[in-house]
């Protein structure tokens, strides 16, 4: 419901590395049960606005609430609703899948009732059979799935996953969208999930289309084609993000059109 506090609200978030403009002002709100797309080509911004939102640096304007919690302010109060599977996976190869989600209950202080969460929720993500596997053992599909099952053992209420189906096969790539479109549904767990592959935002319940740093529409799969004319997501992203010949690329797509 829009009047409900969100799980996620970016407001006017910049942020630079030195010359380079990687977001120039994004805000974003998402609800608890919502799954929204960032799509967006390489060099949009999507993994700063990830490190951003996982606190790994600070932005240089604009203001960040996880849950309704200044995540500026109070960053461990956000951090601890906060599940991520980040672009580059992360796991400990040589540790068994239930030695690196130990390790992650340990870092959260977690105890044993975290430690009871780690069977059932390997059995929920596909890999009942699976804990005592050394993880450099496993498939990419699989590894990721241990990285999702990681990221939601602290019970997040906002799951990040910064392109997190990239090198795997089509049909891991389903099967992990679709345990985390279950989350949604579920137990009302709000995510952002990045990618550049416009058949994975048709899926989702909204699209924000990033480019250059800035949002260049957003609204469900639906909405988004509508308002572009364009007879289908894939053509409208491209009418976005990919200059006709001869002209800059970048602009609203109303400017472009005008
Ligand atoms: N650590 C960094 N130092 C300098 N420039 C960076 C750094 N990380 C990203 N960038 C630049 O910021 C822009 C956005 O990058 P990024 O957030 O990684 O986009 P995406 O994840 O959408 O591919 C790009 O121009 C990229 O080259
Ligand atoms: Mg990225």
Not at 23 to 43: C, D, H, K, T, Y
Not at 138 to 148: I, M, P, Q, T, Y
Request: glycine share 12%; net charge neutral.
């Amino acid at each position: 419901m829009a009047s409900s506090t969100p799980t996620l609200e970016v407001r006017d978030a910049v942020k630079s590395y030195g010359e380079v403009k990687a977001l120039q002002g994004v805000s974003m709100r998402i609800e608890a049960g919502q799954f929204m797309a960032l799509l967006g080509p390489n060099g949009a911004g999507k993994s700063t606005l990830f490190q951003l939102l996982s606190g790994l640096f600070v932005p240089d304007a604009g203001a960040i609430a996880i849950c309704g919690e200044d995540f500026l302010k109070k960053p461990t109060i956000g951090l601890a609703k906060l599940g991520v599977v980040f672009q580059q996976p992360t796991l400990d190869l040589d540790l068994s899948v239930t030695g690196n989600l130990r390790f992650h209950a340990a870092l959260h202080g977690l105890g044993a009732e975290g430690r009871a969460r780690i069977a059932p929720l390997l059995a929920q993500v596909g890999l009942g059979d699976a804990g005592d596997k050394i993880c450099r053992t496993l498939s990419g599909g699989n590894r990721r799935k241990v990285e999702l099952a990681r990221a939601l053992l602290h019970r997040p209420a906002l799951l990040l996953m910064d392109e997190a189906t990239v090198g795997l096969d089509p049909q891991s790539r389903t099967t992990l969208m679709a345990l985390v479109k279950g989350l949604c549904r579920d137990q009302g767990l709000a995510v952002l999930w990045a990618t550049h592959l416009v058949n994975e935002a048709e899926a989702a319940d909204r699209v924000y289309v990033l480019h250059k740093g800035r949002k260049l529409t957003e609204g469900t799969p639906t909405e988004v084609v509508a308002a572009s004319g364009c007879a289908s997501l894939e053509e409208a992203f491209l009418k976005m993000t990919v200059p006709p010949a001869g002209a800059a690329p970048g602009g609203k797509p109303e400017e472009k059109a005008a």
